[in-house]
């Protein structure tokens, strides 16, 4: 009788961790701008945030992600990594790609990888670099790029994996100028090691706000300081610099999700209208 109370109780557990899985969220962040004296233009740059799409377990088809988002107006696509860890799922991005391209965001996409993306080997991750340079998605490997956002230079800085020791602080702001510092980057953890690098905003994922959240996300401890520290997923702030940890689309390992869910993120960040020089 023992037996089969505690399978019973498992089997549901496991029903509604996979149920989870389907119930998405969308949420709205707004990022107020430090010059707000200055700021004269109120319309914030809408930036779509998807991370660790984790192909392999993932519960949101494309067409159903088209339908979630189509009617929000997007400026920047941000891609934070984790996309995959199999040679074989590497076609199953094409369409959740072209979903992408089909939102037209109006200062293009932008990508950097994650952990789970550095298992593929050589040529398999290659086949993934190549598939989202051809389908219009900008990949900062350490490397920054310098958009206009009317007037306003952006700099959109991508560091390259914390966790897997393939983020290099110094070669990713080579070459900055002054604007306003957007960072993409998988493992959050990095933040840690920015005390000399400035940026206004960090767009990060990683730690899927647990996956299995309950009672507390214990797996975690080993995934870094920020852990310790009880950041593991939203916006959060660390020597008055903000950041934000997404709790991804996917999952890893299990398809289930206790105490989190899927995760799609609108950042609405409002920009000042002239950055001081």
């Not at 709205?28 to 991370?51: A, E, F, G, M, T």
């Not at 008055?240 to 709790?247: A, N, R, V």
């Amino acid at each position: 009788m023992a037996t089969l109370i505690i399978f019973l109780a498992l089997s549901y557990f496991i029903y509604i961790g996979n149920k989870n899985t389907r119930s998405v969220v969308m949420n709205q962040i707004d990022i107020k701008c430090k010059y707000d004296s200055k700021v004269k233009n109120n319309k914030p740059l809408r930036i779509l945030h998807i991370s660790d799409l984790h192909l392999e377990n993932i519960s949101i088809s494309p067409e159903q992600l088209y339908e979630k988002v189509k009617t929000q107006p997007i400026d920047l696509i941000a891609l934070t990594g984790d996309f995959l860890d199999r040679k074989r799922t590497i076609p199953k991005l094409l369409p959740y790609l072209q979903v992408f391209k089909k939102l037209n965001p109006s200062f293009g996409s932008y990508a950097v990888l994650g952990n789970h993306d550095y298992v593929l080997r050589k040529n398999d991750l290659k086949q993934l670099t190549d598939m989202l340079v051809q389908n219009d998605v900008k990949l900062l490997q350490n490397e920054n790029d310098l958009i206009d956002i009317g007037g306003v230079p952006l700099n959109i800085i991508g560091i390259d994996d914390f966790s897997t020791n393939r983020s290099d602080l110094m070669e990713s702001y080579d070459g900055v100028k002054e604007g306003y510092n957007l960072v993409l980057t998988h493992d959050p953890n990095v933040v840690l090691s920015m005390h000399n690098y400035h940026f206004d905003y960090l767009l990060s994922g990683h730690f899927h706000g647990g996956q299995i959240h309950w009672p507390k996300p214990y797996h975690l401890v080993k995934m870094g300081k920020l852990v310790k520290m009880n950041m593991v997923k939203g916006l959060h702030s660390y020597k008055e610099k903000q950041f934000y940890i997404s709790e991804g689309l996917g999952q890893t390992g299990v398809n289930i999700r206790i105490g989190s869910r899927p995760e799609i993120t609108i950042h609405n960040v409002h920009l000042p209208h002239a950055i001081a020089g």
